[in-house]
């Protein structure tokens, strides 16, 4: 059964503490994502990743920051977390394909509270 | 730019049919998607459609497609109440003559599905 996980389902951090969010997949999938969910707007792309060491910006990547050392794993760093961020964090991936569907799995959620 | 637009909230009655719609506005996408997300979960991937495609039928999902005016819709028969969910309707923007893996969802439309 294919999986992407999550370190955390629940987190609950201070202001301007450094927040790391970890997500690992078993698929061998060279893309991986970082999204937030927020009522009424949706998923919101933060940083994605084609490739180890290789990242790039989404639509919202102010605070954040992404580490890909490893294929399978894909961390988000929050360097000095806000309660702006308080959000649900989800980590998606994906196999490339240039003509083909892209279907991303996405792992369970980790919903952060900064306090 | 990309932009994907659903209602936010739907209603309706265990046995009848749903209508979720969406409005996307890349005209260069090849596939349109449709994402569930059940409570307390990340998102799966439902159905997709091809954008050479009008309609599309899996048992009690049809997905309509309207290319000119950038319309998609999904239409579940017999509603149940595990049927409950919020609904993602989603783009793959493509760039040259590839994808770029990207998905742009819309907001989400919950479904609430009353006994």
């Known amino acids: 059964d294919v999986k992407v996980t999550q370190s955390s389902r629940y987190l609950v951090k201070r202001t301007g503490e450094k927040v790391f969010l970890e997500c690992v997949q078993d698929?061998?999938?060279?893309?991986m994502f970082w999204y937030r969910q927020d009522p009424g707007l949706g998923l919101r792309l933060i940083y994605f990743s084609y490739d180890v060491k290789m990242k790039e910006k989404g639509d919202i990547p102010e605070g954040y920051s992404v580490s890909r050392e490893k294929k399978e794993r894909f961390s988000l760093i929050l360097e000095s977390a806000s309660t702006n961020q308080t959000s649900m964090y989800l980590c998606a991936s994906s196999s490339p394909g240039s003509h083909s569907y892209n279907e991303q799995f996405f792992g369970p959620g980790t919903r952060l509270t900064v306090l | 730019g990309e932009d994907v637009e659903q209602s936010l909230f739907l209603s309706v009655r265990e046995g009848d049919s749903s209508v979720i719609n969406c409005t996307y506005t890349?005209?260069?996408?090849?596939?349109l998607y449709w994402y569930k997300q059940e409570p307390g979960a990340g998102l799966q991937l439902l159905t997709y459609?091809?954008?050479?495609?009008d309609m599309k039928q899996d048992q009690r999902l049809t997905v309509l497609l309207n290319k000119k005016d950038k319309h998609l819709s999904l239409r579940i028969a017999d509603t149940q109440t595990g049927d409950s969910a919020i609904y993602f309707c989603a783009e793959s923007p493509m760039v040259g003559s590839g994808n770029t893996g990207k998905l742009i969802f819309g907001q989400g439309t919950t479904l609430q599905v009353k006994p």
């Open positions: 890349d005209s260069s996408s090849t596939y």
């Open positions: 459609i091809f954008s050479n495609m």
């Open positions: 698929m061998d999938h060279e893309n």
